[in-house]
Nanobody, 118 residues
Framework: QVQLVESGGGLVQPGGSLRLSCGAS????????VGWYRQAPGKQRELVAA???????NYADSVKGRFTISRDNAKNTVYLQMNNLKPEDTAVYYC????????????WGQGTQVTVSS
């Protein structure tokens, strides 16, 4: 039912920045909890950042202080600002949205590739 489209990935040098966007088709987008996940080759998917309906945020320790998650409910869009990127940030980044009342895993985007390399 809910479709997500991620954009903003690409190739960047260490220390550089990228801003990922995730547009959602969901009605009542403000009621969804949103998370950014990433999966590197050969690694398990991990939560990078999340933002609640009250705009409370949390981050993985590995990105704290470098990444910022935000949302614009009027545009049905969530962002991930990534600064001071490191090679270990290289991964496919996925957007996830879910309604807490429904539980489950919610909805996933197709992913966008982020490559940090010199």
């Amino acid at each position: 039912q809910v479709q997500l489209v991620e954009s903003g990935g690409g190739l960047v040098q260490p220390g550089g920045s990228l801003r990922l966007s995730c547009g959602a088709s969901a009605s009542h987008f403000s009621l969804y909890v949103v998370g950014w996940y990433r999966q590197a080759p050969g690694k398990q998917r991990e939560l990078v950042a999340a933002i609640t309906t009250s705009t409370v945020t949390n981050y993985a320790d590995s990105v704290k202080g470098r990444f910022t998650i935000s949302r614009d409910n009027a545009k049905n869009t969530v962002y991930l600002q990534m600064n001071n990127l490191k090679p270990e940030d290289t991964a496919v980044y996925y957007c996830n949205v879910r309604l807490p009342i429904l539980g489950g895993s919610g909805y996933w985007g197709q992913g966008t590739q982020v490559t940090v390399s010199s």
